[in-house]
């Protein structure tokens, strides 16, 4: 397989580490170079509570018992993610990223669009440089009208959907097929934080919340979504005769590198997206496919 450049940019905290990491771990035994952006273009920092566990148990806001974990070792990622992060923070790019002003599409080959859910996300998701620069990885084709391939799993489709094309002024997500963190998943660990684990900080599982008025969800990532999208039908959830299904939608089963039951991703050409931290081997895997179809097909 030809070594291709792949950019990943990142929030400066609270991305989700088995997202970020595992996406990274895999492309890189791949043989691919995977580059990183933050803000600034300092070191970026995952969520802490996803790495620890710690503040994830309803008696995390006693003094004294924080460090005290039960529900949140379950909560936290799991050892994949946990080893995978731990790598990650060794790899020389991840150390010294690039700022999101310096980026250009032509220096890259792919780039994958990685979640979380902590308020650290909001300036990821809001940025109007990272919005152009995603905008730009659409609207920019081969002699087949192909785009770049690209890769987003859970709030990392948020920004994709707020990203703008030049060319026909909606959402770079119009017209295509999506998933991306249901509300059926959000609003269970919404509610887990909000009357267990974290009941005096309820909105922690929310990036954004309703406004007054507004119905329960319109925030959520699959209504964003929806919006930004040609039909609602484009966004593509697992069917109710799908092979393991329980396991697809339990919020409880995740993949692994050799086990893509638990998994739900997308593909429409050369996008690939996916739900949560349980599809991120399946997702990573197949988008190593993708490039290798995509890059191969141009030759």
């Given at each position: 397989?030809?070594?291709?450049?792949?950019?990943?940019?990142?929030?400066?905290?609270?991305?989700?580490?088995?997202?970020?990491?595992?996406?990274?771990?895999?492309?890189?035994?791949?043989?691919?170079?995977?580059?990183?952006?933050?803000?600034?273009?300092?070191?970026?920092?995952?969520?802490?509570?996803?790495?620890?566990?710690?503040?994830?148990?309803?008696?995390?806001?006693?003094?004294?018992?924080?460090?005290?974990?039960?529900?949140?070792?379950?909560?936290?990622?799991?050892?994949?993610?946990?080893?995978?992060?731990?790598?990650?923070?060794?790899?020389?790019?991840?150390?010294?990223?690039?700022?999101?002003?310096?980026?250009?599409?032509?220096?890259?080959?792919?780039?994958?669009?990685?979640?979380?859910?902590?308020?650290?996300?909001?300036?990821?998701?809001?940025?109007?440089?990272?919005?152009?620069?995603?905008?730009?990885?659409?609207?920019?084709?081969?002699?087949?009208?192909?785009?770049?391939?690209?890769?987003?799993?859970?709030?990392?489709?948020?920004?994709?959907?707020?990203?703008?094309?030049?060319?026909?002024?909606?959402?770079?997500?119009?017209?295509?097929?999506?998933?991306?963190?249901?509300w059926k998943l959000e609003?269970?660990?919404?509610?887990?934080?909000?009357?267990?684990?974290?009941?005096?900080?309820?909105?922690?599982?929310?990036?954004?919340?309703?406004?007054?008025?507004?119905?329960?969800?319109?925030?959520?990532?699959?209504?964003?979504?929806?919006?930004a999208l040609a039909q609602?039908?484009?966004?593509?959830?697992?069917?109710?005769?799908?092979?393991?299904?329980?396991?697809?939608?339990?919020?409880?089963?995740?993949?692994?590198?050799?086990?893509?039951?638990?998994?739900?991703?997308?593909?429409?050409?050369?996008?690939?997206?996916?739900?949560?931290?349980?599809?991120?081997?399946?997702?990573?895997?197949?988008?190593?496919?993708?490039?290798?179809?995509?890059?191969?097909?141009?030759?």
């Open positions: 397989m030809t070594k291709l450049k792949i950019i990943m940019p990142i929030p400066s905290r609270d991305f989700d580490p088995t997202e970020v990491a595992v996406s990274w771990r895999i492309l890189r035994d791949a043989g691919h170079e995977i580059d990183f952006a933050t803000p600034d273009g300092k070191q970026g920092h995952a969520d802490p509570m996803m790495i620890s566990g710690e503040g994830l148990d309803p008696w995390a806001w006693l003094p004294g018992l924080k460090k005290i974990r039960l529900i949140g070792l379950l909560l936290r990622a799991d050892r994949c993610g946990r080893q995978a992060y731990r790598a990650l923070e060794q790899d020389p790019r991840f150390l010294n990223p690039k700022s999101w002003d310096a980026l250009k599409v032509d220096d890259y080959d792919a780039m994958v669009l990685a979640g979380g859910h902590a308020k650290g996300m909001k300036p990821y998701l809001e940025s109007k440089v990272l919005q152009d620069f995603v905008a730009d990885f659409f609207d920019t084709t081969d002699a087949r009208g192909r785009h770049k391939p690209v890769a987003a799993v859970c709030h990392g489709v948020v920004l994709a959907a707020r990203s703008l094309s030049k060319k026909t002024g909606k959402s770079v997500l119009f017209g295509r097929k999506t998933t991306a963190l249901t609003s269970t660990a919404w509610r887990l934080s909000k009357y267990l684990v974290r009941f005096w900080d309820a909105g922690y599982y929310r990036t954004y919340d309703e406004a007054p008025g507004e119905p329960a969800g319109y925030r959520s990532v699959e209504m964003e979504i929806k919006r609602d039908s484009d966004f593509v959830d697992v069917a109710a005769d799908a092979p393991d299904y329980r396991a697809k939608t339990s919020g409880m089963a995740r993949d692994r590198i050799d086990d893509a039951r638990p998994a739900w991703v997308v593909r429409d050409g050369q996008y690939i997206s996916a739900r949560w931290p349980g599809d991120v081997h399946t997702f990573a895997q197949q988008f190593v496919t993708l490039l290798d179809q995509h890059y191969t097909a141009r030759t």
